[in-house]
T-cell receptor, first 117, second 113 residues
Framework: AQSVTQPDIHITVSEGASLELRCNYSYGATPYLFWYVQSPGQGLQLLLKYFSGDTLVQGIKGFEAEFKRSQSSFNLRKPSVHWSDAAEYFCARLDNAGGTSYGKLTFGQGTILTVHP | DGGITQSPKYLFRKEGQNVTLSCEQN?????MYWYRQDPGQGLRLIYYSQIVNDFQKGDIAEGYSVSREKKESFPLTVTSAQKNPTAFYLC????????????FGDGTRLSIL
């Protein structure tokens, strides 16, 4: 079964510091990958998505992610974190079966980001 | 504005009672999904529907039921057979085209009285 792993359950950074959240996916053809953010008690908001082409993907709120097939990784980065970035972040992979996309997402366990002033 | 509306925001259930969570979307999306979220466990798929009048079980369907009579609506019923229903429930929808992301509602928190 396809899987997504976020190795870090909780990360703490200082405001203004750079950020990298890790995501690894199980091997499979043409992965469709996403990063979502969730504030407490809210739904998930899409930050960015990767389908194919340029391996560096730009998203909203100043986030970017880099797809590395050789490492099966899709890490999320931000050069300077703001206090409002404190939230939980989910990496997700779109499942494909038999060439037809059923749209099922496999989520990582999430990484909680705390930002210190 | 187009979006996904979940109601109510908070819901309380008595032991042995069925409750229904509402999910409505005006994005004209074909596919809709229900997830359950528990602390430290990420999101787990309960049911999904690719088209009206059709739906499939996800990974944790036991104790839940759904219907898809209209494109816009995908209600979830938490039955008395679900022994641990306290959780945060999220509804999502997407265009049924390859690679399209899911868009989420703001969730319903269900608690047992």
């Amino acid at each position: 079964a396809q899987s997504v792993t976020q190795p870090d359950i909780h990360i703490t950074v200082s405001e203004g510091a750079s950020l990298e959240l890790r995501c690894n996916y199980s091997y499979g053809a043409t992965p469709y990958l996403f990063w979502y953010v969730q504030s407490p008690g809210q739904g998930l908001q899409l930050l960015l998505k990767y389908f194919s082409g340029d391996t560096l993907v730009q998203g909203i709120k100043g986030f970017e992610a880099e797809f590395k097939r050789s490492q099966s990784s899709f890490n999320l980065r931000k050069p300077s974190v703001h206090w409002s970035d404190a939230a939980e972040y989910f990496c997700a992979r779109l499942d494909n079966a038999g060439g037809t996309s059923y749209g099922k997402l496999t989520f990582g366990q999430g990484t909680i980001l705390t930002v210190h002033p | 504005d187009g979006g996904i509306t979940q109601s109510p925001k908070y819901l309380f259930r008595k032991e042995g009672q069925n409750v229904t969570l509402s999910c409505e979307q005006n994005l004209n999306h074909d596919a809709m999904y229900w997830y359950r979220q528990d602390p430290g466990q990420g999101l787990r798929l309960i049911y999904y529907s690719q088209i009206v009048n059709d739906f499939q079980k996800g990974d944790i369907a036991e104790g839940y039921s759904v219907s898809r009579e209209k494109k816009e609506s995908f209600p979830l019923t938490v039955t008395s057979a679900q022994k641990n229903p306290t959780a945060f429930y999220l509804c999502a929808s997407r265009e049924h085209r390859a690679g399209q992301p899911q868009h989420f509602g703001d969730g319903t928190r269900l608690s047992i009285l």
